[in-house]
């Protein structure tokens, strides 16, 4: 068996040892400990690291695929690995050679659990206008402001934090028992429930100036815009996790399901809610795929090929996610519902990481860019002249 279907196999055999669980921890509002700890032993975690740092150099297929399988059983669980992996590939490519040294196998094995502190009360889509400070002082830096719905926030061990430098972008780590660092743990939210989000305050934390993260200036086109590439190409393969899911779950329920001596799927309004999804589902799939492609050849098409899976894959967990409730009825609203519950985490995909609205200008940006080139590149042919005799 290769790497990638190492990769693939291993997650697939810890999803199916947590499946049981994930509707508790959802209900709990938190993902044990244990079981990030599990997660990390089982090499679930940052796996296209090169394996200097503790990864396994998967290829962006496999690390998708993992992905999904993870996905397929717990939103939640699925966070971490993205969580994870966001703030390992911005480390990998930006930070010094002594922060990728001394951090990246630690998010490799679970030893430190990431968090990405970026979203402000003023900042969301728009991250330039974070109002963090990260001052000089001395042979330190000062970290001062608040951010909010940081995923695992309220347990992160090292925070990737955005503010600015001098007026300029920046990226700063800080460790999660820095004094001044203060958390408030969301409790409730539509989805994502065991993903332990939290808001935080900075009061003054100070950490090294080693801590920095590239020069200021490079703290979000460089830095913040790896880690948000990264994690919306591993969230679009949890949302085809999640639209795989819900749409094995409404297929057996509609064949397994009859009233009235009829079964479900003999309806035909049921048989053509289940070929929609099944269109969804594998559409998504391929726009993962092509995505994967284009990472792996380095393309410069990647970024918005990343964009646009990620915003067919959300879409299509939330269309099948909402078919699967209806055609399970009262039984797709119970509390440990798996289809009720990726019916509230799919929602929340078409926010993070890019709104589909967002998501949609980004996209025809880059229609018309292409489109563009195209006539650019198209030699025009003279229209001959005829002169009469």
């Known amino acids: 068996m290769d790497t990638d279907d190492t990769v693939v196999a291993e997650a697939t055999d810890f999803a199916d040892t947590v499946r049981s669980a994930a509707a508790g921890w959802d209900r709990a509002g938190a993902l044990p400990s244990a079981v990030v700890a599990e997660a990390g032993a089982a090499g679930l975690l940052a796996r296209d ?5 503790g990864g396994a150099g998967a290829s962006p297929e496999a690390l998708g695929e993992a992905t999904a399988r993870i996905g397929a059983v717990c939103s939640s669980l699925r966070a971490l690995l993205t969580v994870q992996g966001m703030v390992a590939a911005a480390l990998a490519r930006w930070g010094s050679a002594d922060q990728r040294e001394r951090w990246l196998p630690a998010l490799a094995t679970g030893a430190r659990v990431a968090g990405f502190a970026a979203t402000e009360e003023g900042a969301g889509t728009e991250l330039s206008a974070v109002a963090t400070s990260i001052e000089p002082v001395g042979d330190s830096v000062r970290v001062t402001g608040r951010k909010q719905w940081v995923t695992f926030g309220a347990t992160a061990d090292l925070l990737l934090v955005i503010g600015r430098l001098g007026g300029a972008p920046a990226a700063v780590l ?4 820095r004094p001044g660092l203060r958390r408030e743990p969301v409790r409730g939210q539509l989805g994502l ?18 801590h920095l993260v590239a020069p200021a200036g490079f703290g979000l086109s460089h830095v913040a815009g790896t880690a948000l590439d990264h994690g919306r190409y591993t969230v679009a393969w949890g949302c085809v996790g999640m639209a795989r899911a819900c749409q094995r779950a409404a297929t057996g329920h509609a064949v397994d399901r009859t009233q009235g001596e009829v079964r ?6 049921v048989r053509a809610m289940l070929g929609r999804g099944h269109v969804a589902v594998t ?4 726009l993962c795929r ?3 492609r284009l990472r792996a050849a380095r393309d410069p098409d990647a970024v918005a090929g990343t964009v646009l899976a990620k915003y067919a894959a959300s879409r299509a967990a939330a269309q099948v ?8 009825g009262a039984a797709g609203c119970d509390a440990d519902s798996l289809v009720g519950r990726f019916l509230r985490d799919a929602t929340v995909m078409r926010i993070i990481e890019g709104s589909d609205e ?6 025809a940006d880059h229609a018309i860019r292409a489109h563009r080139r195209r006539d650019a590149a198209t030699p025009t042919t003279p229209v001959p002249v005829v002169v009469p005799s």
């Open 283 to 286: 559409a998504a799939e391929q």
């Open 290 to 292: 092509h995505a994967a």
């Open 358 to 363: 967002v998501s949609e200008l980004h996209l």
């Open 321 to 328: 996610s909402r078919d699967a409730v209806q055609v399970h």
């Open 264 to 269: 479900l799927a003999d309806h035909q309004v």
């Open 174 to 177: 800080v460790e999660g028992d």
């Open 193 to 210: 429930r065991a993903a332990q989000v939290a808001h935080l305050d900075l009061d003054g934390v100070r950490v090294p100036r080693s």
């Open 49 to 53: 690291l090169p394996r200097r740092y």
